[in-house]
């Protein structure tokens, strides 16, 4: 009989999410702060073209190694928690094939298509010169993917968050040295050809250059940590206690059977970005606005969606710590384990965004006309009526991952295809019968995440047994972000009168983030025991106590 033994990822995913989730929003604030020079350099115009090439990069990407590290989790963590370490291995060999033919082929795809797919998808041609130079970063990204998602299903975060960082910084430097290079070269193409948009559309793909960069510098990281790795991992495949080992035709089948699914779901949940962007510069033709409608979608992709994804990072990171775990807990037939753990990360999800999404409409206005030059008003109405969306796909995102995780990989792609249909009639509506605009696009998005919220849920109370916890998941942080709400509109409405701007926001943002954890311990929104279990927690729990909060 085969030996089993606990998997390492049953030790504390929220330690290991914990870690993830730093090393996200390290580099979400990294992106922050190169998006900053980048869209100074190349204005809202420029950063239309940038968000066009990216967003038929996402599609390829997703269509070629997106789904692999959580595909690539899973399927280790299932053969390590029954000690198969030769599987585990063998799995990890053929899924760095499959991704050097998947990566391979989309970057051919995207370096010989560009002009048809940014032409007749998104509707801004002169995109196709910056997703050229995104095409070689699909392969980088596939074989990078394959290596994080090997070291995830071993219980081990610390190599893709390390990896991440190094990979943000030289995407940020790169991003903003070859942006102002090549707008500058762009002005001379605009001059020659005398169509000013060139500028914008170089600008852009300069900005796309720091891209494959760090994803080269993370893939090398990984490759190194990897070799550092090696004679543990030796170590594990000698004490294999499995009898048969996996031939590479089962390997590849049963990565297809797991990763196909996965693509689906994620190809619906984030193609609605691509059909947003196509379908609004379409419209934006129509009405005869051409001229406006790269500088509009760059205040909404460059402004907008910039900030509001930073809380959703905590979302992704849970997510990718928790597949693994909840596969471990599905293989030894754990359901309760798994039951806690679905509780656990929901409710840390939730006290996080909740407070970040009434964080972002109080300070919105004053954090984008920090950040960023041009306009300012058009995106802080966004962020005061968009920001309840920062709950909504975060919430979404990990109860994607809890249903992959517990083996239910069809269900995220059926729930999403609903959603994704609601979407787009709502999103019509709004911004061409209504002509609503980017608000359109807002209240389109924000309800294609609340639409799959409902859905995955339903599905997850049914094939986990699972009843979520209302009062400390979702009601103590309401009430608790509510109270710092008023708190910090207050402060900054005092602050504004005698300091800067800067200094306003930093001061309102910590009194808001003080006040918040402080109300959130007092109602009992917390443990002590769920605090200690976070990265640095044993301090903020030895804090609490001094001043009588726990």
Same mark, same amino acid.
């Given at each position: ?12 995913f ?17 992106g922050f ?5 980048l ?11 940038? !968000?066009?090439?990216?967003?038929i990069?996402?599609i390829?990407?997703i269509?070629s ?12 963590a299932?053969?390590?928690?029954k000690?198969?370490?030769?599987n585990a291995r ?17 970057? $051919?795809?995207v370096?010989?298509?560009a ?6 998808i ?5 995109s ?6 995104? *095409? ?6 596939? $074989?990078?993917?394959v @290596? ?9 975060m ?6 991440q960082?190094?990979?943000?910084? /030289? ?5 903003? /040295?070859? %942006?102002?290079?090549l707008?500058?070269?762009? %002005? ?5 050809l005398?169509?000013?948009d ?6 852009a793909a ?8 760090g994803?080269l510098? %993370?893939l090398l ?19 294999? !206690?499995?009898?048969?080992?996996d ?23 984030? @193609? ?5 962007q196509? $379908?609004?510069n ?7 606005? !051409?001229? @406006? ?28 710590s ?12 754990e ?7 679905? *509780? ?15 964080g972002?409409?109080?300070?919105g ?10 306009e ?6 966004l ?30 792609v059926?729930?999403?295809?609903? *959603?994704?249909v ?18 359109? /696009? ?5 309800a294609?995440?609340?639409?799959m919220?409902i ?17 400390r ?9 509510v109270?710092?709400?008023g708190?910090?509109?207050?402060l900054?409405?005092?602050?504004s ?5 800067l ?13 918040y ?7 009992? %929104? ?7 279990? $976070? ?16």
């Amino acid at each position: 009989m085969e030996g089993k033994r606990p998997a390492p990822q049953n030790s504390n995913f929220i330690v290991q999410g914990g870690i993830l989730a730093a090393a996200g929003i390290i580099s979400r604030i990294i992106g922050f702060i190169y998006r900053i020079p980048l869209q100074n350099t190349i204005g809202d115009a420029g950063m239309g073209y940038y !968000s066009a090439a990216f967003q038929i990069y996402s599609i390829m990407l997703i269509i070629s190694s997106y789904s692999l590290p959580v595909a690539v989790s899973k399927l280790v963590a299932a053969r390590a928690a029954k000690g198969q370490f030769r599987n585990a291995r063998r799995f990890f060999h053929g899924a760095l094939l499959f991704a050097s033919l998947t990566g391979g082929a989309t970057c $051919l795809v995207v370096l010989f298509g560009a002009d048809t797919l940014a032409g007749n998808i998104m509707s801004m041609p002169k995109s196709a010169i910056a997703l050229r130079m995104l *095409a070689p970063t699909l392969l980088v990204v596939a $074989l990078m993917g394959v @290596i994080r998602g090997y070291f995830q299903g071993l219980g081990t975060m610390v190599p893709t968050a390390f990896s991440q960082l190094i990979e943000q910084i /030289v995407n940020a430097v790169i991003s903003v /040295v070859a %942006g102002i290079y090549l707008f500058e070269y762009g %002005g001379k193409v605009a001059a020659i050809l005398r169509d000013q948009d060139y500028q914008s559309a170089w600008g852009a793909a300069g900005g796309t250059l720091g891209t494959g960069a760090g994803a080269l510098a %993370g893939l090398l990281v990984l490759m190194i940590m990897f070799l550092v790795h090696k004679r543990m991992i030796r170590k594990d495949i000698i004490k294999d !206690s499995a009898r048969f080992v996996d031939s590479y035709g089962k390997i590849f089948s049963v990565i297809l059977i797991t990763v196909l699914p996965v693509i689906l779901s994620t190809t619906i949940y984030n @193609i609605s970005d691509t059909i947003d962007q196509g $379908l609004f510069n379409y419209v934006m033709d129509v009405k005869g606005f !051409s001229s @406006i409608k790269a500088e509009y979608w760059g205040i909404y992709a460059g402004k907008y969606r910039v900030l509001t994804n930073v809380p959703i990072a905590l979302a992704n990171a849970l997510c990718s710590s928790m597949m693994p775990s909840l596969a471990a807990c599905i293989e030894n037939k754990e359901r309760r384990l798994a039951r806690h753990k679905v *509780a656990i990360g929901t409710r840390f999800v939730m006290i996080l965004s909740i407070p970040c999404a009434v964080g972002l409409a109080i300070l919105g206005r004053p954090l984008i006309s920090l950040m960023f030059t041009g306009e300012v008003e058009i995106p802080a109405m966004l962020l005061r009526m968009g920001s309840a969306s920062v709950v909504f796909y975060s919430l979404s995102t990990l109860s994607n991952g809890v249903l992959q995780g517990i083996d239910k990989m069809k269900i995220p792609v059926r729930n999403a295809a609903i *959603a994704l249909v609601l979407h787009l009639g709502i999103l019509y509506l709004t911004i061409s019968v209504f002509d609503w605009k980017l608000y359109g /696009v807002v209240a389109a998005c924000m309800a294609f995440g609340l639409i799959m919220c409902i859905l995955n849920w339903i599905s997850i109370a049914r094939h986990l047994h699972y009843r979520q916890e209302i009062r400390r998941t979702f009601i103590i942080p309401l009430i608790s972000s509510v109270i710092m709400g008023g708190v910090m509109w207050l402060l900054y409405f005092i602050l504004s009168k005698t300091s800067t701007d800067l200094i306003s926001v930093v001061v309102t943002s910590l009194v808001g983030m003080i006040v918040y954890f402080i109300v959130l311990m007092l109602l009992h %929104g917390v443990r002590e025991s769920e605090i200690r279990s $976070l990265p640095g927690g044993n301090i903020i729990a030895t804090v609490a106590r001094l001043f009588r909060l726990l």
